[in-house]
């Protein structure tokens, strides 16, 4: 089973995307955007959330209608540049619960370091939505992954604005099971392990950092 993947198309995403690529956009400007675009994402990862029928009263009568329960969605922001993320969807799932994984990019090895790892209780009750603006070796997305499944949650999804298709083909490799869902494919990745054409770092863009 190999893990799908959801290429988000909407012309919004795709025009706000190719606004934070540009390089003089302003740290407030690219946050602002990505807050933006994170909110749009939410609706498509969020398109088969399961309901339950409540019964309510309309000024003209009683009815069942749907509602989700926004407590058995848990965003898992993979620290610093998920964050970014979190806000936006929040704003769409307001009840959901929030997970952290703390990982870094070994400069040398690219291999992903894990320093902080906090999730809600009873996760096998709960659906986890991971969040990472790139995508770019994987091998950040994977560790998280294999961390996620420790705990057993209901199910998993990837969340990410760009991947490169080293970095896709390597999270198929290790997680079949797993859907992405993201904004664009780009070219390949660099001897730096960035994505090109990308949009540069995405952590130093959304905090000033550089």
Do not use: W
């Not at 950040?140 to 998993?156: C, F, G, H, N, Y």
Request: with cysteine.
């Amino acid at each position: 089973m190999t893990s799908a993947v959801h290429h988000i198309t909407h012309p919004l995403v795709q025009h706000k995307l190719t606004l934070m690529r540009q390089k003089d956009r302003s740290t407030n400007s690219f946050r602002r955007l990505l807050n933006e675009i994170s909110m749009l994402m939410a609706y498509e990862v969020t398109r088969d959330m399961p309901t339950q029928l409540i019964e309510i009263e309309t000024p003209l009568e009683t009815m069942q209608a749907p509602v989700i329960d926004g407590k058995k969605t848990v965003f898992v922001s993979i620290m610093r540049a998920g964050a970014g993320f979190l806000d936006g969807m929040l704003n769409v799932v307001p009840g959901a619960r929030i997970g952290h994984v703390g990982l870094y990019r070994d400069p040398k090895t690219l291999v992903a370091v894990e320093y902080y790892f906090k999730m809600p209780a009873d996760m096998h009750e709960r659906d986890a939505i991971l969040l990472d603006p790139m995508l770019a070796t994987g091998n950040s997305a994977v560790a998280a992954v294999d961390r996620l499944k420790e705990t057993r949650p209901r199910s998993i999804r990837f969340v990410c604005l760009l991947a490169a298709p080293e970095g896709l083909q390597h999270f198929h490799d290790q997680h079949p099971d797993v859907p992405v869902y993201v904004a664009a494919v780009d070219r390949q990745l660099n001897e730096h392990g960035y994505i090109v054409p990308g949009l540069g770092d995405a952590g130093d863009r959304i905090f000033g950092t550089k």
